[in-house]
């Protein structure tokens, strides 16, 4: 039976009672302190023996008796008994005698030995209009429920169910709050172990980059110098959140301990693999990419565990080599033999591109992905230049791709270029390009490892060839190409001017140092000093293309030896 | 870049690269000295062909009028180069100053 509620006002001291009661509500308390709170407020103010709460599980749409005194929790559908009944209808039912009502569930007082006499079932319905639960009250003392207690219950269900909701939500906030922490805890042990900062390998430019997603991935790199050499690993662990980040973080560290104990790369992958194997969940696994770069031999072994393309763009041909893994992922299952590893010999200028996922996968808002084709046309597009800036415009350009789209993985990068022997550049013809020169020899000295004594010998001779060919090839508008490359103990330079008159500067005569003062003239003079200065000088010219093109080489033995035969020539004192 | 600057005893200090690029600003600047002036070049880096005409053709000038240029803490880079092109035999060049 359910009655309306009758509009009559409430008394001062049920005000009292039901303010008191909502100053309570109003206290930060956990969900089972809030829910003692609400039913011990509803028997004082209802005068009541017992009090039971039943919150809503929204996703099963069932009801669950969190509390009630002396009963352990129940789940029941909605729909089912008076309290599913009234969260259906969201009516305050009053059942003044209960085993009358065919809505009424026996079995609770069967199993508790209570017998419940009349009952008033109340909907708690927070003020966005969301049902939080039920609130039903037991045997008045002395009575039963009448309409001056359906208009008290009334009141204090709503204050009830805005708590219990402030509750429920504050609940969930902490514990997004607690996970967010986790998370970045386990990504400052992700961070922790990459590389502080890039191994110097002479004759290489090895580099890496890592892009965290916000939330954690499992990605991680290595790239270490040790004695089996330098040491490339890319790793990406199946997942998102604290298990991978962290067990990416372990097989990293496995890793690295297991070469630094001495390890050869098979025996590592294997121990490492097999250990994974134990520690890791059933569903868990690390794909990733281990070699080892031998820079004297220019030798690189690899095996992969599942992580692929492994790319090697070939500075011959122009063209990419894909190679496929080895093995399954680490840590999918034991191994106790591997097929041979991959062995790749190292030319100037070959590139080894090892990216994540995160990389080919992100998506743009319309769903397509980065792919391989881009990171191809980027590669073409900076081979030639440091691999910190390949990889900075790898990112820019994924980033571009991506505009308003999310970053759903970590994105890793590691490259490994051996150096091209040649490094080259074109100058506009004029004498402002005179210190573009000079930062361009500098450069290339640096990056080709070259013996920096050699640098003012072939920065007088880039100097003394370029102004001649500003002065003398007045009909060209053609830029100047310079070329440096690295050669046993030395440099050899190459100059070619297009569109230029033959002017073989080998025949140019010597310019007679023996002559007074006022007979010598600076003409000649850079010619004569570059034939002194360098070990060999090379002239060609081609017709068809009024093509010059200028080589010459300096090495330190042949500078030592020009060095020793000046000794005895001396030189110092002016004769004038 | 090259810096050129003369001290209160009349020396002239050449800092950076003499090349061709600032050789006109180098023959500019010592087209104004005069006499016997000292060249302190312990902080020269370079020199090309260039230079060596800016430093031929202020001493010419200053022969004329038996002034002249002395050289001073030539490194031995430029060294070579001044005894390639025999510049060794036309300036009085002094060995570096110990400090």
């Known amino acids: 039976m359910s009655t309306r509620v009758p509009r009559r006002h409430l008394s001062a001291h049920d005000m009292e009672a039901i303010l008191g009661v909502t100053s309570k509500l109003a206290a930060p308390f956990d969900l089972t302190t809030m829910l003692a709170e609400v039913v011990a407020a509803a028997k004082q103010v209802l005068d009541a023996e017992r009090g039971s709460v039943w919150l809503h599980d929204a996703v099963a749409d069932e009801l669950v008796l969190e509390v009630a005194t002396g009963i352990a929790p129940v789940r029941m559908p909605c729909g089912t008994g008076l309290a599913g009944a009234c969260a259906r209808t969201r009516q305050i039912i009053n059942v003044p005698d209960c085993y009358a009502d065919p809505r009424f569930d026996a079995r609770v007082d069967k199993a508790t030995g209570y017998r419940t006499r009349c009952m008033l079932t109340l909907p708690l319905v927070d003020h966005k209009n969301v049902l939080v639960g039920v609130m039903q009250v037991l045997n008045k003392h002395g009575g039963v429920f009448d309409a001056d207690d359906e208009l008290l219950a009334t009141a204090l269900a709503a204050q009830c169910a805005v708590a219990l909701q402030r509750v429920r939500m504050t609940g969930a906030l902490i514990e997004g709050e607690k996970m967010r922490q986790a998370l970045e805890m386990a990504r400052v042990v992700q961070m922790s172990t990459l590389p502080a900062r890039m191994p110097i390998v002479p004759g290489y430019d090895a580099c890496a980059l890592f892009q965290p997603a916000e939330l954690t991935g499992g990605d991680t790199y290595d790239l270490s110098l040790l004695d089996q050499g330098l040491l490339i690993v890319l790793g990406d662990a199946t997942g998102h959140g604290i298990a991978p980040a962290l067990s990416v973080t372990q097989m990293q560290a496995m890793l690295r301990m297991a070469f630094m104990l001495g390890a050869d790369l098979e025996t590592a992958f294997i121990q490492v693999n097999n250990r994974l194997a134990e520690t890791l969940a059933d569903d868990r696994f690390i794909t990733a990419f281990v070699g080892l770069l031998d820079s004297a031999t220019h030798r690189l072994r690899f095996h992969s565990g599942g992580q692929g393309p492994i790319l090697r763009y070939r500075a011959a041909t122009g063209a990419f080599e894909r190679h496929k893994p080895t093995s399954f992922p680490l840590g999918a299952m034991p191994l106790s033999t591997l097929r041979p590893a991959i062995a790749l010999d190292m030319h100037p200028g070959d590139i080894l591109i090892l990216l994540s996922d995160g990389f080919y996968e992100q998506c743009d808002l319309n769903g397509e992905p980065f792919g391989d084709a881009r990171v191809q046309e980027i590669v073409h597009a900076h081979y030639s230049g440091p691999m910190a800036e390949l990889l900075a415009q790898l990112l820019r350009s994924v980033e571009a791709f991506a505009v308003g789209a999310a970053q759903e993985d970590d994105m890793t990068a590691v490259v490994v270029k051996r150096e091209s022997a040649v490094i080259g550049q074109s100058f506009e013809r004029g004498f402002d390009s005179i210190p573009d020169l000079v930062e361009f020899t500098a450069n290339a000295f640096a990056r080709l490892r070259i013996d920096g004594q050699l640098l003012p010998v072939i920065d007088l001779a880039v100097e003394e060839l370029f102004t001649n060919m500003v002065k003398y090839g007045t009909g060209s508008n053609a830029a100047v190409q310079v070329g440096l490359m690295a050669i046993d103990d030395g440099v050899e330079l190459t100059m070619v001017d297009r569109g230029v008159e033959a002017f073989d500067i080998t025949q140019s005569p010597d310019v007679d140092i023996d002559v007074p003062i006022e007979q010598r003239t600076p003409g000649g003079l850079g010619l004569h000093l570059i034939r002194r200065m360098a070990d060999c000088v090379e002239y060609e010219y081609k017709k068809e293309s009024r093509q010059s093109r200028i080589a010459l080489r300096v090495t330190r033995a042949g500078m030592a030896a020009r060095s020793a035969a000046m000794q005895g020539t001396g030189g110092g004192n002016a004769r004038t | ?99």
């Open chain 2, 1 to 99: 870049m090259l810096a050129l600057e003369q001290g209160p005893d009349g020396t002239v200090s050449m800092d950076g690269r003499l090349d061709a690029a600032q050789s006109p600003a180098a023959q500019a600047f010592l087209d104004g000295v005069q006499g016997t002036v000292t060249l302190d070049l312990s902080r020269l880096e370079y020199i090309s062909s260039a230079g060596l005409g800016v430093l031929l053709k202020t001493q010419k000038r200053l022969l004329a009028t038996d002034g002249r240029l002395r050289l001073t803490g030539l490194k031995p880079h430029l060294r070579d180069i001044f005894l390639y092109s025999g510049f060794d035999q036309l300036f009085e060049i002094e060995p570096a100053r110990q400090p």
